[in-house]
């Protein structure tokens, strides 16, 4: 028979879900604020929290070590700088408010639009730094966000969250815009995510908790697992191949997800590879040694035991029973093959690699494949190649979104040594089941409005099937004498009047000396090319500059552009300069 829940379970899931509740709520009031705020508003607040960030950034990365368990102080003090000093570079330019983009050609314009309130969920290897990211990602677009940390990393996510907070709130940032649980449980999580109040979710942890962001019926950004290969070609730099493999599995111990976690190398070069690990601290291990250790390392639902996430290869192997040198970096597991008769091959998460020997690089790209479909699909591999031929071929077969050159995994694919855009969060697109490939970025936090003008007039099936007809029927009745038609008044008359009129406003057509002397407003403009097309923001920037805007006869200028423009004397008609004064 089932035993029935605790009370004290029970009583912390219903707290929890309450929560949940609260702060979604007081998210969505904080959202209707923040969504009116100005760009130069947005920027300070970001300004404020980025800078507040990177003050604590030590402070964080010991509170997230000393409470998780995972990971090295000094690595993740550059994950949290990372987060709040390249991420935040990044990030300072963007435009996320108002008119965003014009297309002249298309006239089209481009109008940014907060997607709403974030649920953000938090993992516990990365928790500070990706919590940093997420809030000044979040913040830039204009989106309240409620923070969901991993069970084990709560403290030090909420500390981070209470000193950015504190200082958005310093430079306006509306109550209650960041909001985070500080009783969390599973139940309460999945009540968060599914908040009517909550408009999209960014899920970073494990598969399952990914899958029940999808199932949330929001519109959500998930990541999937990494299990990371990287193959040595035999053109390659092998000294610094193996370098950037091991500081990219070492780095914070492994616990990021895009860290290498299998090695492929080319057989031709295959004694110089492996002496040259060992000499940088590799430990290749025995087939007893693999076999104590993936008893200990892999669960039996094929995932890393956590008490071995984030832990040094020295921890590691005491703890599967066997001895290896005080310098020990990395332990490497000879392995023939991937999959379930393979334990090792699976996404580790420590520094522990899966090691394979192929016989060139077409074998070597399935093998890349076979090790990227057992829990990588989409996230991220690297290539350490001189032969941009094969370096060429490995980015238009492998099933990875981000396959980073002659740089470590960990650190390529997060944008850290690499062009790519910095982020903690790396969509696996379709291959890994996630809606985008993207890395991140304030951009997937916005909706984009968009005004569209008429470019050519519609056609009527309606009109044209009417005017067929009359013109059928009118062919069958009998022609009636034309009546003589009265005429009109001509061109020449019409531009007569037309330049006495405007004569008499004070307006003069250009000649070869202009009246107006020379850099004033009036002579700049009948210099310039008519706009054809002119919004509100086009006005104001000429307000603000005191020049004319000329326009074309046949210009599009929009009703709110047409208003303050009239009001403030700004139009000149292409062709004419205006009156002295003006």
């Given amino acids: 028979m089932a035993q029935a829940a605790s009370p004290v379970a029970s009583d912390r899931d219903l707290t929890s879900i309450h929560e949940a509740r609260t702060l979604a709520r007081q998210a969505r009031l904080a959202q209707a604020q923040l969504a009116e705020f ?92 990706t919590a940093i990211y997420k809030i000044l990602i979040s913040t830039k677009a204009r989106c309240a966000i409620v923070l969901s940390p991993h069970p084990a990393a709560v403290k030090c996510i909420s500390r981070v969250a209470e000193v950015m907070y504190e200082a958005g709130l310093s ?89 290498e976690n299998s090695v492929v190398v080319d057989e031709p070069i295959a004694d110089e590879v492996r002496r040259e690990f060992q000499g940088q601290g590799a430990y290749f291990m025995s087939a007893a040694e693999m076999d104590a250790l993936a008893k200990i390392l892999v669960t039996p639902q094929r995932l890393p035991n956590p008490a071995l996430v984030g832990k040094p290869a020295t921890y590691i192997a005491e703890k599967a029973g066997f001895k290896v040198a005080g310098e020990t970096r990395v332990l490497i597991a000879p392995l023939v093959g991937v999959g379930r008769d393979y334990p090792l091959s699976i996404e580790k998460l420590c520094p522990v690699l899966s090691y394979y020997l192929v016989k060139d690089w077409r074998e070597g790209c399935e093998r890349c494949k076979e090790i990227l479909r057992y829990g990588g699909m989409g996230h ?31 650190h390529g694919s997060i944008g850290l040594t690499t062009g790519l855009d910095p982020a903690m969060t790396l969509g696996c697109g379709g291959f890994g089941g996630n809606i985008t490939s993207d890395n991140i ?30 013109a059928k029927v009118a062919s069958l009745l009998p022609t009636a004498p034309q009546r ?98 003006a």
């Fill in 171 to 259: 430079a306006g940032l509306p109550e209650q815009a960041i909001g985070w649980m500080k009783t969390v449980t599973l139940e309460g999580t999945q009540e968060l995510m599914k908040q009517r109040e909550v408009a999209v979710i960014l899920a970073t942890g494990g598969m399952g908790l990914v899958r029940a962001a999808y199932s949330a019926g929001k519109p959500a950004y998930g990541v999937g697992p990494g299990n990371a290969p990287a193959y040595i070609e035999r053109s390659a730099d092998i000294t610094k191949a193996v370098r950037d493999i091991i500081t990219g599995k070492t780095f914070d111990n492994g616990v990021l997800c895009s860290a």
């Fill in 380 to 410: 991220t591999m690297s290539i350490h190649s001189r032969n941009d031929e094969i370096i060429l071929q490995f980015g238009l077969k492998k099933p990875a979104f981000r396959i980073v050159v002659n740089t470590p995994t960990a």
């Fill in 484 to 581: 003589p038609v009265a005429a009109g008044i001509s061109a020449e008359s019409l531009s007569r009047r037309i330049d006495e009129f405007l004569t008499s406003r004070g307006y003069s057509r250009p000649a070869a000396e202009p009246s107006a002397p020379a850099g004033t407003a009036s002579s700049r403009a009948s210099l310039e090319k008519p706009m054809e097309f002119v919004c509100e923001e086009d006005v104001r920037l000429a307000i603000r500059a005191g020049r004319k805007i000329v326009v074309s006869e046949r210009a599009i200028i929009t009703p709110a552009a047409r208003d303050l423009g009239e009001a403030n004397r700004v139009f000149v008609q292409g062709g004419w300069r205006a009156p002295a004064g």
């Fill in 38 to 129: 100005s760009q130069e508003q947005i920027d300070a607040i970001v300004d404020q929290m980025a800078a507040a960030a990177t003050a604590q950034a030590e402070p964080f990365a010991s509170q997230a070590v000393e409470e998780t368990g995972y990971g090295v102080v000094a690595d993740k003090i550059q994950k949290n700088r990372f987060s709040s000093e390249k991420v935040y570079r990044f990030i300072k330019p963007m435009r996320t408010v108002g008119i965003i983009r014009r297309l002249e050609d298309r006239k089209v314009v481009e109008i940014a639009e907060p997607f709403g309130v974030v649920a953000a969920i938090v993992p516990s290897t990365n928790p500070t730094s």
């Fill in 441 to 470: 970025s304030p951009r997937h936090l916005l909706n984009i409005k968009r005004l569209a003008y008429e470019l050519a007039p519609a056609v009527s099936r309606f009109q044209s099937a009417g005017t067929a007809a009359a």
